[in-house]
């Protein structure tokens, strides 16, 4: 399966997001998240949105790093208890900026409160889609 997996790579079919482990406690270590490039395949409304904020995170963090701004690398936060962010940037290895996903969900995440104290984020970005509009809600 792993080498399936790092074919599907190396054709720009799939990437993989790794997940954050340093500072946050009982967290996942060792399973990524794999997404698509072209996200327009997915069926799934929710799931389309989220592999299209990952992609664009992903070339985010991508040209932050080609510009000489440091080592910017993008991961997924979970624990075993199912608490997760979506999306968390790093900047030379340290939390740097949270980005949850919803798609018709107005609330902040409650995975918010457990873990943002963990990561030591001044703040984080909540990107909701509604059918009507796409807003971003900074949470502090």
Same mark, same amino acid.
């Given at each position: 399966?792993?080498?399936?997996?790092?074919?599907?790579?190396? !054709?720009?079919?799939?990437?993989?997001?790794? /997940?954050?482990?340093?500072?946050?406690?009982?967290?996942?270590?060792?399973?990524?998240?794999?997404?698509l490039?072209? $996200?327009?395949?997915?069926? =799934?409304?929710?799931a389309?949105f989220? =592999? !299209?904020?990952?992609?664009?995170? !992903?070339?985010?963090?991508?040209? !932050?790093?080609?510009?000489?701004?440091?080592?910017?690398? #993008?991961?997924?936060?979970?624990?075993?208890?199912?608490?997760?962010?979506?999306?968390?940037?790093?900047? =030379?290895?340290?939390?740097?900026?949270?980005?949850?996903?919803?798609?018709?969900?107005?609330?902040?995440? /409650?995975? $918010?409160?457990?873990?943002?104290?963990a #990561?030591?984020?001044?703040?984080?970005?909540?990107?909701?889609?509604?059918? $009507?509009?796409?807003?971003?809600?900074?949470?502090?």
């Amino acid at each position: 399966m792993k080498r399936w997996i790092s074919y599907l790579k190396e !054709l720009y079919y799939v990437f993989e997001i790794k /997940p954050y482990f340093k500072t946050i406690k009982r967290s996942i270590k060792k399973e990524g998240k794999l997404f698509l490039w072209d $996200w327009s395949e997915i069926e =799934n409304a929710g799931a389309r949105f989220e =592999n !299209l904020v990952a992609s664009h995170l !992903l070339k985010y963090c991508h040209f !932050l790093s080609d510009s000489g701004q440091g080592n910017f690398d #993008l991961h997924y936060l979970r624990t075993k208890e199912k608490k997760e962010i979506d999306f968390l940037i790093t900047h =030379n290895g340290i939390p740097w900026l949270p980005v949850e996903v919803k798609c018709n969900e107005t609330s902040p995440s /409650p995975s $918010w409160s457990k873990l943002m104290p963990a #990561l030591k984020c001044k703040q984080g970005i909540q990107v909701l889609q509604n059918v $009507w509009y796409l807003s971003i809600r900074i949470c502090e």
